[in-house]
């Protein structure tokens, strides 16, 4: 018999027993915000990097209003703090941060919980000014400077002295303090290769300048979880008035033990966690935000000593695809708890267990995070479906879309169910996620007419149209059909390219599959306005581009020309 994928419904499991106890916890409400403290110690606030840390993904440069929209989202799922961004690195950063500042971290309702806005700093007083300026405004500010501590660092990169370090960290925490800020969270860069002892000094020393919350790194992700505990551990029983401030753990995933160090970190005595949406971030990435407070929500009570947040879970879903549609950075399908395949069952002695009850192979139900199914689970869409049909599914599958949005998909869809018996909720994902989005391009893909085989060079003809509606056609030769199309868009585009990545994977089965294209790329002979100096490296800025579609080169052209039109954002 042929297995089948199956995803159960509501509907479907509405007279099975409730899932069992083991995925949620009782609902407490958040305590009241103070900095340094937090009433109820079984609570643990949640940091959110995204905007800031995960952004340092290669290719992964965001908009300044699409870091507004993100923040918004992380509003509404309940995140006690947003690190906005580095306010210094750019003017275009410090704007996007004072954007979010005044307008997120404002209070709109008084039911309504407010984030603290951070920003990060390095210890000079010019950082920590500029940083302050951009925050301010924020209900709750707070600034984040930050200074490596472990002797590798304090060797080779900053050049100084046990003591010296000491010094500079307890003035620049005193002058953030003198500015009138009253909430400054202390970061310890590679805090998990420090000397013990001089953690110790350091965190005491800053609590007594003004400290309210110290940051604890593990910056390049090599502590097993054993390890990063015991240091929790020893930092909370070690360091001079540590009552007064709150432990926070900031894990990389370098060897994939970034949740779990971030767990054990909770476990041991941290009451804040840093995380990013679907773990995007330096290297490896960071922490998972949803794997992190889903693993509370699963475990906190019977495992972690009654551990909660103030996440609203509902919300992870539709953050995540924000994330991933913003960032470009396409999510692996047994991503846990966000990926396409998390709640799939294919085995048939899985779907027999499910269809008895729920809890047989399910410890999280897919209604946590965001999913909404009703008996259109069931429904196949296709050639004969209309718009209404569309824009419910669309709806349940957590995408909001405007009128002319759904007018779009609307139109692709169509398309796709003439070549294809039936559309999935894959396929629907697959058209949305290139439509959804808040800057216009500057080129658009007319046509495109492509000639191959064994017997010559690939030549492609395309068509673009601008901004300004007029149509440019190019054509090309190369060595296959993606290299003679991109080409040809670059005939038209006139930009100097380099592409550092192209990968092709299919998200569907079958001859007739949706292709999913990624592309980074960062432009030619760039001069030192557009680049940034790193400890004396050049670092140029990337961009990256998804195009998902049945025809393989389309969507190669469409990946290209999303960040070709990223990076004309970003010189304009």
Not at 293 to 314: E, Q, S, W
Not at 363 to 374: A, F, K, Q, T
Not at 557 to 572: D, Q, R
Request: aromatic share 6%; net charge neutral.
């Amino acid at each position: 018999m042929r297995r089948q994928n199956i995803f159960l419904s509501p509907k479907i499991l509405s007279s099975e027993s409730k899932l069992a106890s083991m995925n949620s916890t009782r609902s407490r409400s958040r305590p009241e915000y103070i900095p340094g403290h937090i009433p109820d110690p079984s609570y643990v606030r949640i940091l959110d990097t995204t905007l800031r840390d995960g952004e340092q993904a290669p290719g992964a440069a965001m908009t300044a209003e699409q870091k507004l929209r993100i923040a918004r989202q992380l509003a509404k799922l309940g995140v006690d703090v947003i690190d906005a961004g580095f306010p210094s690195a750019s003017q275009e950063d410090f704007n996007a941060v004072k954007m979010i500042a005044e307008e997120v971290g404002k209070k709109f309702d008084d039911d309504e919980y407010v984030p603290v806005i951070v920003a990060i700093c390095r210890c000079n007083e010019k950082d920590i000014r500029t940083a302050w300026e951009a925050v301010k405004e924020a209900k709750r500010p707070r600034l984040m400077p930050f200074i490596a501590t472990s002797p590798i660092h304090m060797e080779y990169k900053l050049r100084k002295t046990k003591q010296e370090v000491l010094q500079i960290a307890r003035h620049m925490v005193a002058f953030a303090r003198s500015l009138g800020c009253r909430d400054i969270q202390f970061a310890a860069e590679d805090a998990a290769r420090s000397d013990r002892e001089f953690l110790y000094e350091i965190f005491g020393d800053v609590i007594k300048a003004g400290a309210t919350t110290l940051g604890v790194g593990d910056t390049v992700g090599i502590t097993m979880p054993l390890e990063f505990g015991k240091l929790i551990a020893d930092i909370k029983a070690n360091t001079p008035g540590i009552e007064n401030a709150i432990i926070s753990a900031h894990c990389h995933n370098d060897l994939g033990h970034a949740t779990a160090n971030t767990i054990e970190a909770a476990r041991a005595g941290a009451r804040q966690l840093e995380v990013t949406i679907n773990g995007i971030g330096e290297r490896a990435g960071n922490a998972a935000f949803e794997e992190v407070v889903m693993a509370l929500r699963c475990r906190g009570v019977h495992v972690l000593g009654g551990l909660y947040t103030g996440i609203n879970t509902k919300e992870i879903l539709k953050t995540s695809k924000m994330v991933e549609e913003f960032s470009g950075m396409h999510l692996q399908p047994h991503k846990a708890i966000v990926g396409d395949n998390a709640f799939l069952h294919e085995s048939g002695i899985h779907q027999d267990g499910l269809l008895k009850h729920r809890a047989t192979y399910e410890i999280l139900s897919p209604e946590d995070i965001g999913y909404e199914r009703s008996s259109g689970a069931n429904m196949v869409l296709g050639k004969l479906s209309g718009r209404q049909a569309l824009k419910n599914r669309l709806k349940e599958l957590g995408y909001e879309l405007k009128e002319d949005e759904v007018e779009s998909v609307f139109r692709n869809f169509k398309a796709m169910a003439e070549k294809r018996k039936r559309v999935t909720d894959v396929d629907l994902k697959a058209l949305v996620s290139d439509k959804v989005s808040e800057v216009e391009p500057i080129w658009k893909l007319g046509w495109l007419q492509v000639t191959c085989g064994t017997l010559n060079f690939s030549t492609t003809s395309v068509q673009l149209v601008s901004i300004d509606t007029s149509t440019h056609v190019a054509c090309s030769v190369g060595k296959g059909p993606v290299d003679s199309a991109y080409k040809a868009v670059d005939l038209i585009v006139k930009e100097a390219v380099k592409v550092l990545e192209y990968s092709l994977n299919t998200v569907t089965e079958g001859t007739d599959a949706i292709a999913t294209v990624h592309v980074v790329l960062r432009k030619e002979n760039m001069n030192s306005h557009t680049s940034t100096l790193l400890n004396g490296n050049i670092i140029y800025p990337t961009f990256s581009g998804i195009g998902k579609g049945v025809d393989v080169v389309v969507s190669s052209v469409e990946a290209y020309l999303t960040a070709l039109n990223k990076m004309l954002h970003f010189k304009e």
